[in-house]
């Protein structure tokens, strides 16, 4: 299943930089997302486009405590919209190859009869990510109010709302998908092969495919990767042959961001996925 349609994400945020996301309309900054970093159209005033978007944070960035069964409900310091929560299970990566990121079971968290919507609030600058030990969709300010829609472990999955300009985001389609770690293409190859995502890696060598990596057209060239980082494994990046002499001279250790299409989540003796280069987007001097 597309990943935009299941979450029905709308649009992206398409500065280079990232953009901030506001309580009101040029109202107080309550976080900043990154390049790519999928949202969910809510409604608009002006040029303002009203936004929400769901994330997880550890529960040691969030002033309220968060325990099984005793959620403290906080009034939120912006206005938020009540929303039913979106149930999904997280899947447990297999615990094989160089990347071990776990990701725990995630249980949700309804709100409890009288106390309506349960609500927290961020106590530090703390990092959003797609899922728990997942890739970082931005970062969320001190003092924002969220929604606590589930728990995993460490981490605790919370839903923001808020403003961005309409001139800073476009439809989804168009974009590709930000914040997928090679631990959730693993675990789920369905929703992402096929897709196209954006990941910083770090350059080793151009090889050539052999009779090992049988996931790779034989002799096709290819770059061998660490990452996506900040993870320890490794990606296999097919390369067109006629884009393979821009990176003859590269320097080894180069962070290059890639977008990518994910042909393969591993491949046969390794945790390894296989990813065919759509473009460079940042890294190298010319595209």
Do not use: C
């Not at 600058?125 to 606590?148: C, F, I």
């Not at 476009?170 to 293409?185: K, M, W």
């Not at 989540?265 to 280069?277: G, I, M, Q, W």
């Amino acid at each position: 299943m597309d990943y935009n349609t299941r979450d029905d994400f709308d649009l992206a945020v398409t500065a280079a930089g990232g953009e901030n996301l506001r309580a009101e309309p040029n109202g107080t900054i309550i976080a900043q997302l990154q390049r790519g970093t999928l949202l969910r159209k809510i409604g608009t005033r002006g040029g303002w486009v009203h936004v929400e978007r769901t994330g997880w944070l550890r529960r040691r960035s969030l002033a309220a405590p968060v325990e099984t069964g005793a959620l403290t409900p906080r009034q939120s310091p912006t206005p938020t919209r009540q929303s039913p929560a979106r149930p999904r299970q997280a899947p447990a990566p297999p615990q094989t190859g160089a990347s071990r990121a776990v990701v725990p079971p995630v249980q949700q968290e309804p709100a409890r009869p009288g106390t309506g919507d349960l609500r927290v609030e961020v106590a530090r600058a703390a990092p959003l990510a797609a899922t728990p030990e997942g890739g970082r969709l931005g970062t969320v300010e001190p003092g924002t109010g969220a929604r606590v829609i589930g728990r995993a472990g460490d981490w605790v999955r919370v839903q923001f709302e808020a403003w961005m300009r309409e001139a800073d985001l476009r439809p989804s389609a168009e974009g590709a998908l930000v914040g997928v770690s090679a631990a959730e293409v693993r675990a789920d190859p369905q929703r992402f092969v096929g897709q196209t995502v954006e990941w910083r890696v770090q350059f080793i060598a151009i090889q050539r495919a052999d009779e090992l990596r049988s996931e790779l057209p034989a002799g096709q060239p290819f770059l061998l990767t660490r990452g996506p980082l900040p993870e320890p494994g490794f990606v296999y990046v097919i390369l067109p042959r006629d884009q393979a002499p821009r990176f003859q001279t590269l320097p080894p250790l180069q962070e290059l961001v890639l977008r990518v299409t994910i042909r393969a989540p591993r491949t046969k003796y390794l945790a390894t996925p296989v990813v065919e280069l759509v473009g460079v987007v940042s890294g190298m001097a010319s595209r």
